[in-house]
């Protein structure tokens, strides 16, 4: 990965778990920041992937979507993260047709809202949100520094 700034340390947390390995989007992320592959951005999904290179990494991204392509409000894109990682499926169905309803209604084609759904149904079971790898990322890279420069204290 070669992380540069402590953005990358953060995503690195959210991106080396099981789902978003088996899915690719570490690989994706990581040969877009390398320059190798050219980050694919579905309609309207610049602004909240951009961070992640298109990638779907964390749970507010999920909601983002949900609020800005699907016309939900933020409170049911939170409850469909919710819903989708729980696998509620009638609570998904419920939220799906919402989701659809809007992204027509925003001028979005369906092809790509399909596509768009598809890929944050996929991803939604496996994220981690910002908050708690930001956490874990910034405890990671302080506890290397300190293992680096001061040796005794962390072992201590």
């Not at 592959?37 to 909240?48: F, S």
């Amino acid at each position: 990965m070669n992380p540069d700034c402590i953005n990358d340390l953060i995503a690195s947390v959210g991106l080396f778990r099981p789902g978003t390995l088996k899915s690719g989007a570490a690989q994706n992320y990581i040969d877009s920041k390398k320059g190798d592959r050219v980050p694919e951005y579905l309609w309207g999904t610049y602004d909240i992937l951009k961070d992640t290179y298109g990638e779907i990494v964390w749970q507010e991204q999920v909601a983002n979507i949900a609020r800005k392509i699907g016309n939900l409000s933020l409170g049911d894109g939170v409850n469909l993260v919710k819903a989708l990682s729980k696998k509620k499926i009638e609570k998904v169905r419920k939220f799906k047709e919402k989701f659809f309803e809007g992204a027509k209604k925003n001028g979005c084609p369906k092809e790509v809202a399909d596509a768009i759904w598809d890929k944050t149904e996929k991803a939604a079971s496996y994220l981690f949100n910002y908050s708690h790898a930001t956490a874990y990322g910034l405890t990671g890279y302080i506890g290397a520094w300190l293992k680096v420069y001061y040796p005794i204290a962390f072992y201590t």
